[in-house]
């Protein structure tokens, strides 16, 4: 039988409070933990977002909706969240507990319910980060003449942390205590002259992401995150590998079991087993074959020599070149060599007087790596964990036992390496569930299966 856990699928949320903050301090408060009027709260981050989400959804007992700081709620608010996940005990003994500790931005009140006598019964909060309220009034235009990696980590140094409004307000109030974002950066190398035309702090270093170029990456699919533990400049194809080497040497805490007769297995991993593997999606022929993902062509035309030469990229012939998850590429080599042709082409016009931004290389592999990047991709529900973020790399142990094969857990198609894009932690006082939204591009190879 299966051990069940005091603290497998619960956390403890030790602070949970709102406020209105200006230069005196927090002016208005609410305990939304001390209240009893939190009733459930899910957060949610992506590997391709710069903003974490949370929705609380509140019970309105206390009238706040119409009556707070005078006027209401208004969605301008500030939130802060302390949760934390207690160690779970096992064989080995008991694990460290995890804990996140953000402040957000109210952003707006939605799904306001009515009573019987026309009174306010519950809403929900949507809120975001509180980085982004400075993003948002913040503005980078000017020309830079460095790596991408160190022009997104100079933006978010210069424009986020020592923000002059970050430096006013955010701070220890007591009430509601702000701290200071981090970023972490993977090095982009090559040094570039460009200007960064008016844009937003997040959405100028999303043009970094989308500019950058290393040789040793093949897909050279860059993004910028957050998750719990911070910001990130990330190259997709780095992040794979560091994690995988994070999850093999780490095995015990990145591996999640799944059976589907999980009672009559004895098993003493509770708190990382997977209840169910959901929303299941496989490859698209359609879409691989209509974006160029197995073959197309980079036309790039030189206007100052007025020649033009050919980049081409046959997925079958490039796929040892990418960093991936599995080994064994899930499209069908025969299939794309005799049914695929170079259907898709983009025309690039450049500038050979000016400084080599090798779009040619990045346009024609970047598409073929996100596209198969999604070509599997699954929700996993697991006991409510704060210890899974975005961006990690976690290994499935799925086993498969029917009338004709018995495959291990890693043999089975959806087992092995999977990256983890993106995490929603659904949470009350009472219970607590984590999914966690997970794509890979290939699938083991074992020889003699299947």
């Known amino acids: 039988m299966t051990n069940v856990r005091p603290a497998s699928g619960v956390v403890n949320i030790e602070k949970a409070v709102l406020g209105i903050v200006d230069v005196s301090g927090v002016t208005s408060f609410i305990d939304l933990q001390g209240t009893n009027i939190l009733l459930n709260t899910v957060i949610q981050q ?9 929705s609380l959804s509140i019970s309105e007992g206390l009238g706040h909706l119409t009556s707070f700081n005078k006027i209401g709620l208004q969605g301008q608010e500030f939130v802060q969240l302390k949760v934390v996940k207690p160690g779970v005990k096992d064989k080995k003994g008991t694990k460290a507990p995890t804990e996140i500790d953000l402040q957000f931005w109210c952003k707006s009140v939605q799904d306001v319910e009515f009573g019987d006598k026309a009174d306010t019964q519950s809403y929900q909060l949507d809120c975001i980060t509180k980085e ?19 022009t997104a980590n100079s933006i978010f140094v210069s424009q ?7 430096k006013k307000f955010f701070k220890r109030h007591g009430d509601i205590d702000f701290t200071k ?4 950066t993977h090095d982009s190398k090559i040094v570039n002259d460009f200007i960064i035309p008016g844009l937003t702090p997040f959405k100028a270093i999303d043009m970094c992401a989308r500019r950058s170029f290393i040789p040793s990456s093949f897909g050279n699919l860059w993004t910028f995150y957050q998750n719990f533990d911070g910001y990130y400049f990330h190259n997709i194809e780095q992040l794979i590998k560091e994690g995988k080497e994070k999850a093999k040497a780490n095995a015990e805490d990145f591996t999640l079991d799944y059976n589907v007769t999980p009672d009559k297995v004895e098993n003493t991993r509770v708190d990382r087993q997977a209840h169910n593997i959901d929303n299941i999606d496989g490859s698209d022929t359609l879409i691989n074959s209509g974006t160029g993902t197995f073959k197309n062509t980079v036309r790039t035309v030189d206007i100052i020599g007025q020649t033009y ?7 079958n012939e490039k796929f040892s070149k990418f960093e991936h998850l599995g080994e064994a590429q899930l499209a069908d080599k025969s299939w794309v060599d005799n049914y695929t ?3 898709y082409e983009h025309l690039y016009l450049k500038d050979t007087s000016k400084q080599n931004q090798y779009f040619e290389q990045v346009l024609g592999h970047r598409i073929p790596y996100f596209v198969t990047l999604n070509n599997l991709k699954c929700s996993v529900t697991t006991d409510g964990d704060l210890f899974w973020k975005a961006g990690q790399v976690v290994s499935l142990a799925v086993s498969e036992q029917t009338g004709f094969t018995k495959k291990s857990a890693e043999e089975h198609k959806f087992a092995g390496y999977w990256l983890v894009e993106q995490v929603t932690h659904i949470f009350n006082a009472a219970e607590a569930t984590t999914v966690l939204t997970l794509v890979k591009d290939s699938v083991a190879s074992v020889e003699g299966s299947g």
């Open 46 to 54: 992506s590997i391709y977002s710069p903003d974490i989400e949370l």
């Open 160 to 166: 986020i942390q020592k923000n002059s409004v970050a």
């Open 132 to 150: 982004s309220i400075l993003n948002t009034f913040s503005s980078v235009n000017q020309s830079f003449s460095q790596t991408y990696s160190n």
């Open 309 to 315: 030469t050919d980049t081409s990229f046959n997925y």
């Open 181 to 184: 974002p981090s970023i972490t």
């Open 341 to 343: 042709s170079s259907n």
